[in-house]
């Protein structure tokens, strides 16, 4: 009797976004997948937190770019409705809140943005709004085919031909908030058009002029919410990964991965002793978090303590007895200074108080409240936790928390008075419809997370901490060991997440040489559609036959320049041979004179 193969085995350690993605995709593929969870739910801060009839969600609270949410579900031959769930549209996309009571409403209605514009800035404005759409739509479809379905595992890949070609279009060393000023006039317009970064944890004076993309995709796209929460999303991507026998265990901490003489990642132990064996190990707990406690010491673990940090949150969750109407879905309040402000989110010395989101879920999804309430979500932008060092200069792992214990109280009143000033609803009247009230701060990140001094976004997403920059999703010694989640490539964020799940889960698959399934459902698709004349398909054929056929162009430029210099050389030997040879003399003769100086020297010294 034949003995059946046995299938490769993939161990998951975390069971964020990019966990639960990753462990639906190898199942699919064949692997024998085990999910191991610190917690008893799965999503990491992609969760909800359920109170008396109120759904909070903790992190994540804005659905944008549905194509990538569309494609995992699409990847593994199912569809989003299919799994139940529904995406709900929130109008408007945002209220915009400033200190005076002025008030600036974000929405996909042109005419709308058109009228309030020409309000601030003219008719010069709305161009100038046009102009800034043309610009941040590029960001998106350059960025989309360069960088979201892209691994970065060496500088040389900043020399592909096409990646060389599209860099000065996605502005990478301006900052977002400059490109937006180059088009809106009006301080308040920009800070309006360029709080976006916040979502990545990254002041937009330090974002990248390409994350210009995130506030292109809500005024174009709009602003969805998943029914339910984003617990629905995670929950239903669970279930497809169990669909496929991915196994998952919670209340599982990790307390190693265990690595084998030859260098190569053979399984994780637990925290209870037990050693879980594998072929592949996928980390997705916090990257900087894993390099510190779950793998051997090394200079790749010392250099992740001097990364850019990205900024952390002090988050209330409200359960209001009463509803405010004048609160929209999402409402970003800004200050007078949004420039003040972003320094002292990064100044490990002050909390925000000017700046803060508030979401309110029961605006678009009346499940997430009783009847005629709201709950309603504060997160306010803050430092991440400051590294403290012994006598000896040494970083410990202990942080100075104290400060933001003390300063809750103070950011809680400074929140009611603003929602006060701009809803019109007394302070008193607010505090008391305050049925329950639940906190999380950057302690709570990091003890509930593991999540490295508190930080939400992981490492921030300026210049240097993007593309080749940033953490690679493969560990450079060790075999067989990846990683997924917000610290590594291709960056923080769900849609991010999700994307870097698919690289990675590629990448194992060509590894172990697997097919890969998905590759096959789409490349169907893409007959069956153009055969249709779909104009997105061909739009994106069309676009990848340009970049190839500019690869070849540059390439054989290359070749010919390349060529003319090797003739040339050959034409001009001797004569070359002759300078090389009075250079190297030269040369010589300096580093001669260098050498007897420095003698003379050490022996005065006497050395």
């Not at 970083?395 to 809680?412: G, H, P, T």
């Amino acid at each position: 009797m034949a003995v059946k193969p046995r299938r490769s085995r993939a161990v998951v350690v975390g069971s964020g976004v990019g966990g639960v993605a990753i462990a639906a995709r190898l199942a699919y593929a064949g692997f024998d997948v085990r999910v191991l969870e610190k917690n008893s739910y799965a999503g990491g801060r992609c969760s909800t937190l359920k109170r008396n009839g109120y759904t909070f969600d903790r992190g994540p609270s804005i659905l944008l770019v549905q194509d990538v949410y569309r494609g995992i579900f699409s990847d593994l031959n199912t569809s989003l409705e299919g799994e139940g769930l529904e995406l709900l549209k929130c109008k408007p996309n945002y209220h915009v809140f400033f200190p005076d009571g002025d008030r600036f409403e974000m929405s996909t209605d042109t005419t709308t943005m058109a009228a309030q514009i020409e309000q601030r800035e003219g008719r010069k404005g709305f161009e100038g709004y046009l102009n800034f759409l043309l610009e941040a739509q590029k960001h998106y479809d350059l960025s989309f085919i360069h960088i979201l379905n892209k691994s970065f595992m060496s500088y040389w890949s900043l020399f592909r031909p096409s990646w060389i070609i599209a860099t000065p279009s996605l502005h990478p060393f301006e900052s977002m908030y400059s490109r937006v000023s180059r088009h809106l006039k009006s301080d308040r317009l920009r800070q309006a058009f360029s709080f976006a970064s916040l979502y990545v944890g990254t002041s937009p004076f330090r974002a990248v002029g390409t994350y210009s993309l995130l506030p292109y995709l809500e005024l174009t796209q709009g602003i969805f919410y998943p029914k339910g929460g984003f617990e629905n999303f995670i929950s239903s991507l669970t279930r497809l990964g169990q669909r496929f026998n991915a196994k998952y265990r919670f209340n599982a901490s990790v307390k190693q991965i265990n690595v084998s003489p030859e260098g190569r990642a053979t399984g994780v132990t637990l925290e209870s002793g037990e050693e879980i064996a594998a072929d592949v190990v996928v980390i997705n707990a916090d990257l900087i978090y894993a390099y510190h406690n779950l793998l051997p010491p090394s200079n790749a673990d010392k250099a992740l303590n001097k990364r850019r940090i990205g900024s952390s949150m002090l988050s209330f969750y409200w359960s209001l007895g009463k509803k405010i109407p004048e609160l929209g879905p999402h409402n970003m309040f800004m200050g007078d200074d949004l420039r003040k402000a972003m320094a002292d989110m990064e100044s490990n010395d002050t909390l925000v108080h000017n700046v803060f989101y508030v979401h309110v879920p029961s605006r678009v999804d009346p499940s997430a409240a009783p009847a005629g309430k709201d709950g309603v979500v504060v997160h306010i932008p803050i430092s991440s936790m400051v590294l403290k060092s012994n006598a000896q200069g040494i970083a410990e792992e202990r942080y100075s928390i104290d400060r933001y214990r003390d300063l809750i109280s103070a950011s809680r009143e400074n929140v009611l008075t603003r929602l006060s000033i701009n809803t019109g609803h007394t302070v008193e009247w607010l505090r008391a419809n305050i049925i329950e009230e639940s906190i999380h701060t950057p302690e709570t990140w990091e003890s509930e997370y593991n999540l490295f001094r508190g930080s939400t976004f992981g490492i921030s997403h300026d210049l240097w901490n993007l593309i080749c920059f940033r953490p690679k999703p493969r560990h450079a010694k060790i075999k067989n060991l990846y990683f997924v989640g917000a610290n590594t490539q291709p960056g923080s964020g769900v849609p991010l997440c999700l994307a870097g799940a698919k690289i990675v889960s590629e990448m194992i698959l060509e590894a172990f040489q697997m097919r890969v399934p998905w590759r096959h459902w789409a490349s169907r698709r893409v007959k069956e559609e153009s055969s249709g004349k779909t104009p997105g398909v061909l739009r994106l054929k069309m676009a990848r036959s340009v970049i190839s056929l500019m690869n070849i162009i540059l390439i054989a430029l290359a070749t010919v320049v390349g060529l003319v210099y090797l003739a040339m050389q050959a034409r001009d030997k001797p004569a070359a041979q002759s300078r090389m040879a009075a250079w190297e003399q030269k040369q010589w003769l300096t580093g001669h004179r260098v050498g007897h100086v420095l003698g003379q020297a050490l022996r005065s010294f006497k050395v």
